[in-house]
């Protein structure tokens, strides 16, 4: 985005150029990843051919921009299958259903479309795998997060969810003897290696996946942070209360020191937040759309900012193939390592 024009003294307020933002600094990469991109369209496509409504278990995605624009197209969120008519077209969310939930949905004969992330998909093979092999799991996630909820409801038994190291140090496991960990993909990569490494200590020959499961794109994001957030007086993280990954973006720059604030919407941006904060880092979770980011830029804006730049970062070319149906493309499945 290019500058704006430098502007005369003379009609700008000489207190919103001291004390107000000057300069938008963008974190690369920011915003929607793959997996968001493969889910909305799913409903999106969903909707263009079977026509409104298309039920959705669950929100698409944790954002509230996202889901109130596919309400308006003709989606229907719900949380119970029975909440489903015979025969409907149903799409499963970006993060995952439990086994319990694909047998029912099943059992009731619908129409479905998975939209679960193939890097969720990836550790539910997993799971799935090990569990054959008579392994049991410690799972490092977030209590009631529904990726997690799916992840662990893989299996029915032998599945135990620690949140943080305090967590490792009291869970009883029925046996160790072959003992696997996972990941909720959208965790804090810092936070993860942390409980990992507690883990490891306290279970020895647990077994870990040879590239762990936080995904790239959470990973990049957070990346990005450690690099902006010491060069900002404040940062904002466009996300919803929900979105895991847009929480730990907010999180680690407070970490790092920095100020930090997330908004689910422009309008939430307060004025006062930027007295005395001349540059503002900016950024988005995973599920946030670009639109956001642009309405929040205008905000900063009206409160003084005169230039907008992005820094450096990892280029994302990744995408995913639409499920059977929807597509041009079957939808491929992800190449797994069996050493892992």
């Known amino acids: 985005m290019s500058h704006t024009e430098p502007v005369s003294s003379a009609n700008v307020n000489a207190n919103a150029i001291v004390h107000g933002p000057q300069q938008v600094v963008l974190a690369e990469p920011r915003g ?11 409903v999106e496509r969903a909707l263009t051919k079977f026509g409104a409504p298309i039920y959705v278990r669950h929100e698409i995605v944790h954002n509230t921009y996202v889901v109130n624009d596919l309400k308006a197209k003709g989606a229907i969120f719900i949380e119970d299958l029975a909440d489903v008519p015979p025969g409907a077209t149903l799409v499963f969310s ?21 939209a679960t992330c193939p890097l969720v998909t ?12 008579g392994y049991d799991f410690i799972m490092i996630g977030h209590k009631g ?4 909820e799916g ?37 804090s990569v810092d936070d993860a290696a942390e409980i990992v490494a507690a883990v490891r200590r306290r279970f020895p020959n647990v077994r870990e996946p040879k590239q762990q499961d936080i995904c790239y794109a959470t990973q990049n994001r957070q990346d990005a942070i450690k690099v902006l957030a010491p060069t900002v007086d404040i940062l904002i993280v466009v996300g919803s209360p929900t979105s895991s990954n847009s929480n730990r973006l907010r999180e680690l720059a407070q970490r790092l020191g920095t100020e930090a ?3 689910d919407m422009p309008d939430d941006l307060q004025p006062h937040w930027f007295d005395g904060k001349q540059r503002v880092g900016l950024t988005a979770g995973a599920s946030a759309p670009d639109i956001l980011v642009q ?11 005169l230039s907008v730049r992005t820094l450096p970062g990892v280029a994302e070319t990744i995408n995913f193939p639409l499920p059977m149906g929807l597509g041009d493309k079957s939808m491929a499945a992800l190449p797994l390592d069996d050493s892992t």
């Open 145 to 148: 997060h529904p990726e997690v």
């Open 151 to 187: 992840t662990m409801g893989q299996v029915t038994e032998g599945i135990y969810l620690v949140e943080d190291v305090a967590d490792v140090e009291r869970v009883q496991v029925a046996q160790n003897d072959k003992l696997a960990v996972v990941t909720q993909t959208t965790l």
């Open 261 to 263: 604030y997330m908004v």
């Open 32 to 42: 929607f990843c793959a997996g968001v991109d493969r889910a909305i369209e799913i």
């Open 295 to 305: 309405q929040v830029i205008q905000r900063l804006r009206a409160l003084g900012a």
């Open 122 to 133: 990836k550790v539910h093979v997993e799971v799935a795998k090990l569990h054959k092999q």
């Open 94 to 114: 970006a993060h995952g259903v439990s086994q319990a939930v694909r047998v029912e949905a099943a059992q009731r004969g619908f129409n479905v479309f998975d």
